[in-house]
Structures are given as structure tokens and as C-alpha cells.
């Protein structure tokens, strides 16, 4: 479970080998969210900007682009692994003015400059390493036009605490496979970093963002690979950060 030269824990080209099976795959945040809690934040985004711009970047399979796109007067879908966006064109083929770039998240800024009035960044800003995820997350600022808005969806800490618990209940012993590093939790065989409400905040105030909102999009314990019961969860269910911000005017 190691981390790239770069500082990625799953690299580029793994991206790549994971993009023929990621239709199935459990990190899809839109088709997994089942409560639409994406949609509103969508709605309070697309309320405050006329004809509006997107960029998502870190699109995946393009899941995003193809059921918001066609109320944008244009979206860019960015990966930096071409199979990826190879996948999102082909499963976006209908939606129209849509431009794929194949960037980091990180050179982003400089591929297509300050243009985005809604940027989207889903689960990508996970990297162990501290010193690229500040560089992701002033990326993210600033391709974000001033008065735009970003919506990020990033692990909680607080969730993967609450499924450690429940994995012990179930199995006792086994949940210690979870424990990395403080925040950097290992996830599959990937290490992950997972932030706190708090943090996830001041990141998100830090790449100058105003916060609108900060929810949980909740996901199925099996999802974790957890075969939890009722009377083990107590009605509880595992789930993401997703944050809405505006940001700053200059
Ligand atoms: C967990 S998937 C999420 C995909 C999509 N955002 C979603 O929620 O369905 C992460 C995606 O980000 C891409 N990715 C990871 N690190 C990246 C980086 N530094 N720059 C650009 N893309 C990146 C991967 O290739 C992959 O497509």
C-alpha cells in the first residue's frame, strides 16, 4: 500500500486499469446517491449563476456530466487517466457542449484558466500526501471564478470511525485493518485520506470558499464490504462529506 512518486496512492495508469470495471464499482458518488443529496446542492449552485459553466474534475466515468450537463451552457469533464475519460465520452454521447480534458486536477488552472461557475471535485482530493492535496485544493480555487461555487465531496473520518465500530461488533479483531495513519485510513488497497467536518471545512476556507452547506450523502454498508444488521448499525449508515462553497470575491 504504497504512495506514487507524485504522491498518488492509486496512480494514473492503476486509474486507468480500474476504468474498465468502474461502471460497477462502488466510488460512482452520483449513481450511489440515493438520498439526491446532490441535486439539491446542484439546484442552490445553479440558482445563484446564469448560464453557468462546469468543470468536474476527476470526472470518472463522467456520471456527474451526464445527469446534470444539460443544465449547464457548457461542461468540461477533466481526468487524468484517458481511459476514463474515454468511458465518460462514450457514456456522455448525448449531452451536448461538452469538452473533455485530459488534466491533474493540479495543472488544471493553467489547461483552461478561471472559468468554472460551478467546479465539481468528487471524492479525488484523497491523496496521503499533504503537500499535492494543497496543491489540488488551490487548484480547485482557482478555477472557481470569484461568486462561483464548488461542490466537494471528499471520505469522512467520523464515518470510517462508525464503521471500524461496527465492524468489531461483527467481528471482533478485525477492524484494526482499517487503522492507518491518523486521518489517512486504509480503504481497500488504497490509503485514503479522510477528513473531519471541521477540516474539511477550514480546507475549503483555505482555497477561498465561503461555506454554504455541509451534508452527509450517506452510501449502503455494503458498499464497505460490512454485512451489517439493524440491531449492529441502529439505523446508522455509512456516508461521504459533500460541501458546498462560494467563493470569495477577489
Ligand atoms: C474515486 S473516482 C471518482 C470519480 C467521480 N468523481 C465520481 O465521483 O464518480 C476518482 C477519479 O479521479 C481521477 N483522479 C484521481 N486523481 C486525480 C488527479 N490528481 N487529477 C485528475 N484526476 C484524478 C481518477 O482517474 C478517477 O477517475
Not at 462546469?54 to 461542461?75: A, E, H, N, P, Q
Not at 500526501?129 to 469522512?156: E, F, H, M, N, Y
Amino acid at each position: 500500500m504504497g504512495v506514487t512518486k507524485s504522491g498518488y496512492a492509486v496512480s494514473r495508469a492503476q486509474w486507468n486499469r480500474l476504468a474498465a470495471r468502474f461502471n460497477s464499482s462502488v466510488c460512482d458518488i452520483v449513481a450511489g446517491d440515493r438520498d439526491r443529496v446532490v441535486d439539491g446542492l446542484v439546484e442552490v449552485a445553479l440558482k445563484r449563476r446564469p448560464r453557468p459553466v462546469v468543470i468536474d474534475l476527476g470526472c470518472g466515468m463522467g456520471t456527474f456530466i451526464r445527469r446534470y450537463g444539460r443544465r449547464f451552457s457548457k461542461s468540461i469533464g477533466a481526468d487524468f487517466a484517458e481511459r476514463m475519460l474515454r468511458g465518460a465520452r462514450r457514456r456522455c454521447a448525448k449531452v451536448p457542449r461538452v469538452r473533455w480534458v485530459c488534466s491533474s486536477v493540479e495543472e488544471a488552472p493553467k489547461r483552461v484558466g478561471e472559468m468554472a461557475d460551478l467546479s465539481v471535485c468528487m471524492n479525488v482530493l484523497t491523496s496521503p500526501d499533504a503537500a499535492l492535496r494543497r496543491r489540488q485544493w488551490k487548484a480547485l480555487g482557482k478555477i472557481t471564478k470569484p461568486g462561483g461555487c464548488t461542490i466537494v465531496v471528499l471520505p469522512s473520518l467520523e464515518s470510517s470511525e462508525l464503521v471500524a465500530q461496527v465492524e468489531e461488533k461483527l467481528r471482533p479483531g478485525s477492524s484494526g485493518a482499517r487503522s492507518g495513519d491518523g486521518t489517512v485510513v486504509n480503504r481497500g488497497k488504497a490509503r485514503q485520506k479522510h477528513y473531519t467536518r471541521k477540516e474539511l471545512r477550514e480546507a475549503a476556507e483555505r482555497a477561498g470558499f465561503r461555506v454554504v452547506k455541509l451534508v452527509r450523502v450517506p452510501y449502503p454498508w455494503k458498499d464497505e464490504g460490512v454485512e451489517a444488521t439493524k440491531t449492529v448499525t441502529r439505523g446508522r449508515q455509512p456516508w461521504d462529506w459533500a460541501l458546498l462553497g462560494a467563493r470569495r470575491e477577489k
